[in-house]
């Protein structure tokens, strides 16, 4: 993977808990992304320890694959977390190590007719990175579903995006799951509940939809063998789970 310099030249809160920060990205080979992949952060202890953690591209991508100079990522902070530590420290300016692109979850090549893009946190952002390409098959007659679950309506990451998109495409659903706190106003498909809530009232078709799984890991395993269960076959569910990598040696 490509050795890359991140330049941090904004940050901005996208709720209490989450911001979102854009870098510049450098390096000596061009950095050439698909929608849906992600990065490592590289980052070293004071013991010598270093360890890595991984970012979803953020950025709404101009084409599926693309060359980028600037990236945004969505960070939770986490209390005592190593990245939380350095990322929030950070200021425009400063500058740290990164490799990747990495992961295959992306959109395949072959048009499916109904897409189910499922999220909690910050695993929305592939689907944000996606929203051209999205575009582009909502044109060609497919049909997506963004779900994304968030116990209140402040965990609803980049959601301006994905309305924006249901606004202009009969197509494209954008499905808030909110499992705490209910909107004063809500949205046209607010649900109640966890996003698992949801697809279990859906039967889905072997033949013509695909499913993509982001984000808490015991959502993608729950999610995971309800959408097994309802037949679908595990090539047709696509997961990327978030954790954190054990702390190694430099």
């Known amino acids: 993977m490509t050795p890359l310099k991140l330049t941090m030249l904004s940050r901005e809160a996208l709720n209490d808990n989450t911001v979102n920060m854009a870098f510049a990205v ?15 952060l590289h980052f070293t202890q004071d013991d010598g320890l270093e360890t890595f953690r991984s970012y979803s591209v ?15 990522i969505a960070v939770s902070w986490v209390p005592g977390g190593l990245a939380t530590e350095r990322l929030s420290q950070m200021q425009v300016g400063d500058q740290l190590e990164a490799t990747g692109p990495y992961g295959r979850f992306c959109l395949l090549p072959d048009r499916h007719e109904r897409y189910f893009l499922i999220a ?8 944000r990175a996606m929203l051209n390409e999205i575009e582009l098959r909502l044109q060609a007659g497919s049909e997506f579903y963004v779900v994304m679950g968030a116990q209140d309506a402040t965990g609803l990451l980049y959601e301006a995006d994905f309305v924006a998109m249901e606004q202009r495409y009969e197509g494209f659903h954008y499905v808030p799951c909110l499992s705490r706190q209910q909107r004063d106003k809500p949205g046209p498909n607010d649900q109640s509940g966890y996003v ?19 984000g808490n890991p015991n959502m993608v395993d729950d999610a995971y063998q309800l959408l097994k269960d309802k037949g ?15 702390i190694r040696k430099k």
């Open 232 to 246: 679908l076959p595990v090539p047709l569910i696509k997961r990327e789970k978030y954790v954190s990598p054990p």
């Open 196 to 214: 698992q809530q949801y697809l279990a009232q859906h039967e889905f078709d072997a033949e013509n939809d695909i499913t993509y799984l982001c």
């Open 58 to 72: 953020a950025s709404i991508f101009p084409e599926e694959k693309t060359t980028l100079d600037q990236i945004d």
């Open 26 to 40: 450098s390096s000596e080979q061009p950095f050439v992304v698909i929608a849906g992949q992600f990065l490592r």
């Open 120 to 127: 909690t946190g910050t695993g929305v952002t592939p689907y």
